[in-house]
């Protein structure tokens, strides 16, 4: 088992890392933006959308919002509707479903991206932060080529994976953990242990090209 280490983020925000950026930068969403998530779901056939007033500046909602362009220009954020749902540093955007119980499985096809997140994070996470580099958040990677894990800046290495075009994601809020999935065999290829306390979202970090999000879906047999 590889042993979680510690590495630079590499979330990305007009050159800057995440260590660059002061305390005081670090705010935690209003009230009332974490009134605002009012779709929950607690069935196992999670059915969302990708909330545009998540988005970030550099990122365009497209097939109905089930999908992702990354622009490297983005938009002039004085341009973009000012909303504390918004994240502001990161390239990031959530679903527009919070789950707070049962077993959930969505799948996402990456097209021409070479860095992304992949996974799930509380509703009321900051805005400033970067999914994967919170703790509030629990994704997989990929970037340089390599498959990771990540909660909290600690990233663990995840191999045999490649590069497919399809994968999915397995929740089980109850048990604790977000599994990645190779939906060709099928198996959870990897893993991420957490104890939920709070409702959370399909969350999803791009830095090129696009993906796009599949919900609504059985889960496969034999997933344990």
């Known amino acids: 088992m590889a042993i979680p280490i510690r590495i630079s983020p590499l979330c990305r925000w007009a050159g800057r890392t995440l260590s660059s950026l002061s305390a005081g930068h670090r705010r935690e969403v209003s ?16 059915q969302f959308r990708l909330d545009e007033r998540t988005a970030h500046s550099s990122l365009d909602l497209f097939k109905k919002d089930t999908g992702i362009i990354y622009r490297m220009l983005g938009l002039d954020p004085s341009q973009v509707q000012d909303d504390p749902e918004r994240f502001r540093e990161w390239a990031v955007v959530l679903g527009d479903k919070t789950i707070s119980s049962e ?64 994968v999915g ?37 791009l830095w090129d090209g696009e993906i796009l999000t599949h919900s609504g879906l059985e889960e496969p047999e034999g997933l344990k």
Not at 134 to 160: C, D, E, H, I, N
Not at 175 to 200: C, N, Q, S, W, Y
């Open 31 to 46: 009230l009332s933006a974490k009134r605002r998530f009012i779709c929950t779901s607690t069935g196992n056939h999670l």
């Open 103 to 166: 077993r959930h499985y969505w799948e996402v096809t990456v097209k021409k991206s070479q860095e992304f997140r992949l996974g799930v994070a509380e509703a009321v996470m900051s805005r400033d932060e970067c999914v994967g580099t919170s703790s509030s958040s629990w994704v997989f990677g990929y970037a340089q080529r390599k498959w990771f894990a990540m909660t909290g800046s600690k990233v663990v290495p995840v191999t045999l994976v490649g590069k497919p075009d399809r």
């Open 169 to 205: 994601i397995l929740l089980d809020y109850d048990a604790g953990f977000v599994g990645l999935v190779d939906i060709e065999k099928p198996r959870i290829i990897h893993t991420l242990r957490a104890r939920f306390t709070a409702p959370v979202c399909p969350a999803f970090g």
